[in-house]
């Protein structure tokens, strides 16, 4: 994109980051669609919330195990059609999920959406991370985190809302022709923006490239690190709808609500981060991030009204990313030439947390109980913290130009 092209007045960034920011907006709608109606999902289909469950681990494996595949197709033939691609198959994906008959068949088209969701957000940050320098990085990646957060606030809440009116099948309908229309909107959008294409990197250069991410330090920390995020906090998701029907609140659209709380606390976290971090610096962040996000899963176990939960989830939303900001930073500086690899890989181990998550928090809950779950999953957030901001350093990518 020419450097003298319209230019966001927000921190002089690329105005075509608005464009990138509705694709993950986009994409972001269907993530969290299920968690509030899985009650009525689990009824409609005579199984356990646990096995209802297990939508959101498919959707979480299936998004991680093609991460390889969406940054290398990205790194080799170019990002923008891939992610339009990717948003019109979620959109069909939750289309057919509304038609399905039985658990199998909306088992199975999970798995579509995930394939679908995945070719979208690690490729938005690498588009992103390529438009603007390090200086900028963290507080342009914050503002393709805002339309993601956006959607998830929405797809969450939304989803309450209709599934009172419209039953499960008419969420997924609903959230369906919204994707679909949305695709259509983010292709016209990036010829107006007028994204460049890279030069295509060859075979050669991304095994390179995958030598690259490796023999950084920091690329073991990072995926580790997101791992056990997806685990600690997103694998517990899935259950806060059948925690506020142990309390009697059974309406779909407060159990939405109280999810969306997350996404809320996101989007504070892309309105205060060009404050925090020169405030508390990466290390402090990592460490203050992950220390909220334990006092919010602690919270969580007390079982209070359904408002104080709401807010317990604004809370730990904005400590997430507070943490999960400075994460997707050190990714992004592990190549230079394969940075689309590099945040495939950072979405492959977040979301094989996710995957792996609502399986340990159901043993948790069923074998240990709430309060213990909760509180060992808030002791290891807050080990997590320390941890990075101990390990992660500041390393230029060897394939850095000097």
């Not at 299920?34 to 005579?46: K, N, Q, R, T």
């Not at 991304?206 to 950084?216: C, E, H, M, S, V």
């Not at 399986?359 to 807050?382: C, D, E, N, R, W």
């Amino acid at each position: 994109m020419q450097q003298g092209e319209a230019r966001a007045h927000d921190h002089g960034l690329p105005a075509a980051l608005y464009v990138i920011s509705g694709a993950s907006f986009a994409a972001a709608l269907s993530a969290r669609a299920l968690d509030p109606v899985l009650p009525h999902v689990a009824e409609d289909f005579g199984v356990s919330i646990a096995t209802a469950a297990g939508f959101a681990a498919v959707f979480a494996f299936t998004f991680s195990i093609i991460q390889p595949i969406v940054g290398a197709a990205a790194d080799l033939f170019g990002k923008t059609r891939l992610m339009i691609g990717c948003l019109a198959l979620l959109g069909l994906a939750n289309i057919l999920g509304a038609l399905s008959s039985s658990f199998s068949v909306l088992f199975a088209t999970r798995i579509l959406a995930g394939i679908g969701s995945g070719g979208v957000f690690p490729v938005a940050l690498s588009l992103t991370s390529d438009l603007v320098g390090p200086e900028k990085r963290q507080v342009a990646i914050s503002r393709t985190l805002a339309g993601a957060m956006t959607g998830n606030l929405l797809g969450a809440s939304a989803s309450g809302l209709i599934g009172d009116f419209l039953g499960w099948r008419g969420v997924l309908a609903v959230l369906g022709a919204l994707v679909i229309v949305a695709s259509i909107a983010v292709a016209a959008g990036f010829r107006g923006a007028k994204v460049k294409h890279p030069p295509k990197t060859s075979l050669s250069a991304l095994k390179a490239g995958y030598r690259t991410i490796f023999t950084n330090p920091n690329a073991y920390v990072c995926y580790a690190a997101v791992f056990i995020e997806g685990c600690c906090v997103l694998g517990l998701f899935p259950y806060f709808a059948s925690f506020l029907f142990e309390l009697g609140q059974t309406s779909l659209s407060i159990a939405g609500i109280v999810i969306a709380g997350f996404a809320v606390g996101g989007l504070f976290y892309t309105l205060t981060v060009s404050r925090l971090l020169p405030w508390l610096g990466m290390k402090g962040m990592m460490i203050a991030g992950m220390t909220l996000v334990a006092s919010q899963l602690v919270a969580v176990g007390f079982g209070l009204r359904w408002e104080v939960q709401a807010f317990n989830l604004i809370v730990m939303g904005w400590g997430f990313y507070i943490a999960h900001g400075c994460l997707q930073m050190f990714a992004s500086e592990l190549s230079v030439e394969a940075r689309a690899t590099a945040l495939s890989l950072h979405s492959f181990f977040f979301f094989m947390g996710q995957t792996v998550g609502p399986l340990a928090y159901g043993l948790g809950l069923q074998h240990g109980g709430k309060m213990p779950t909760l509180f060992a999953s808030a002791a290891i957030m807050v080990a997590l913290g320390f941890a990075c901001a101990r390990l992660l350093k500041q390393r230029a990518p060897s394939d850095a130009v000097a």
